[in-house]
């Protein structure tokens, strides 16, 4: 979809096909979008999609940008790889490079940062900071209402949800306690609890 709207994604400038064991000669040929920021691990082979990984490659500190969004694009439709950035039903975006490989995490490291105008759109380092060698995760709920693709989650975290199919299903203070809610989340929230007379 094309996009001349400052609020709305721009047009993706660069291709990108997903890197995968096959299409990269196991690994061999595949080249970063982010070299010296973060790259992907493809993990074991047959252990689904969770076993591939965004993996830091250097420290990023509190509050810190880890990539900017600039080869985001509307996304045709909500997907297992779409990140919900307002509202309504067609606000999804694709963000067409590694960040894609970002898995969830209940206790996540980094957030969405969909503030303002969608050429500032990052991805940015939570409180507790990213060490070099660590996954990029975040809270999926907290950009995505009602997901396309809920799963079984397996982060390992001790306080773990289990099964994340969306902000839609959660508390507000389950979504509040993990960090970077987007604004578009909080405001479904607190609509669907006054529809609901809480
Ligand atoms: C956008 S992909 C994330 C990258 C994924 N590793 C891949 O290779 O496509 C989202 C999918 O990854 C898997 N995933 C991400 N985080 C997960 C988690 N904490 N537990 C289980 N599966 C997860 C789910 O299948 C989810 O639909």
Redesign the pocket.
Known sequence: MLSNDPLLPPDPIRPYV?PTPENTHGGKTYTPTHPGLFQVDFGPRDE??????LIACRDFSPGEIVASLDNASLANEKA??SVQFGPGVGDHLELNSDL??????CSPNVMMDLTGQAEKWCVRALDKGVKKGEPL?FF?PSTEWDMA?G?????GASDCLKT?TGAKSLSLAALERRGGLSEHIRMLKERQLSSEGR
């Open positions: 997903k689904g999609e969770y076993s591939s990984r297992y790889s894609l490989f970002m898995n969830h995490s995760t999926y693709q799963f079984e989650c397996h982060c994340i």
